[in-house]
């Protein structure tokens, strides 16, 4: 019986060695890496997840005082609609997003989601301008004609969620 896993283990080992090679000759392939690296313009790092909350100074408190996260003032845009709250993290932030004024898009969403959720990412690029430009040219839908300052005080961009896989995504200059 031990023979038998023996031989069994031997050539499972040498099936795989066979394969291991197709496997490094496809990653080293060039041509899809140099297609993704031609853009104009570069990703960069998560900025922040945006979370829609109902009640903010029971998100505040949440985040402050039961995980001890570093949380800040709330701080009112008018142009976007929206009260933020930034919740730092080591590697990014989360962003607590309440209606300021009926008109606000949270407001919206929150009738839809009562009790909150996850509302867009923020993903930062090293050119805007040249990121809006490409993104024309594949059919990608903004959600304004221009950038807009955001909440960091940078410009920013939504890309619609219908072609973003459901996802409302913002890019924000670096």
């Given at each position: 019986m031990a023979a038998r896993a023996g031989r069994g283990a031997a050539g499972l080992l040498t099936r795989l060695q066979t394969t291991a090679p197709t496997v490094r000759a496809l990653s080293m392939s060039h041509s899809l890496t140099q297609k993704v690296?031609?853009?104009?313009?570069k990703l960069g790092?998560?900025?922040?997840?945006?979370?829609?909350?109902?009640?903010?100074?029971?998100?505040?408190?949440?985040?402050k005082?039961?995980?001890g996260a570093q949380v800040s003032e709330t701080v009112p845009l008018p142009e976007h609609g929206v009260y933020?709250?930034?919740?730092?993290?080591?590697?990014?932030?989360l962003e607590l997003l309440h209606?300021?004024?009926?008109?606000?898009?949270?407001?919206?969403?929150?009738?839809?989601?009562?009790?909150?959720?996850?509302?867009?990412?923020?993903?930062?690029?090293?050119d805007i301008k040249a990121a809006m430009s490409e993104l024309h040219e594949k059919k990608?839908?903004?959600?304004?004609?221009?950038?807009?300052?955001?909440?960091?005080?940078k410009p920013v961009i939504f890309l619609h969620p219908k072609d973003c896989?459901?996802?409302?995504?913002e890019l924000e200059q670096a």
């Open positions: 690296l031609c853009s104009l313009w790092r998560l900025n922040h997840v945006a979370i829609a909350v109902p009640d903010l100074e029971k998100a505040q408190s949440f985040y005082n039961v995980l933020t709250v930034f919740v730092e993290l080591g590697n990014t932030k209606p300021l004024g009926e008109k606000s898009p949270i407001a919206g969403f929150l009738q839809k989601n009562k009790a909150g959720g996850m509302h867009h990412i923020c993903i930062e690029v090293d990608i839908r903004i959600l304004s004609e221009e950038p807009k300052i955001g909440a960091h005080g896989d459901g996802v409302l995504v």
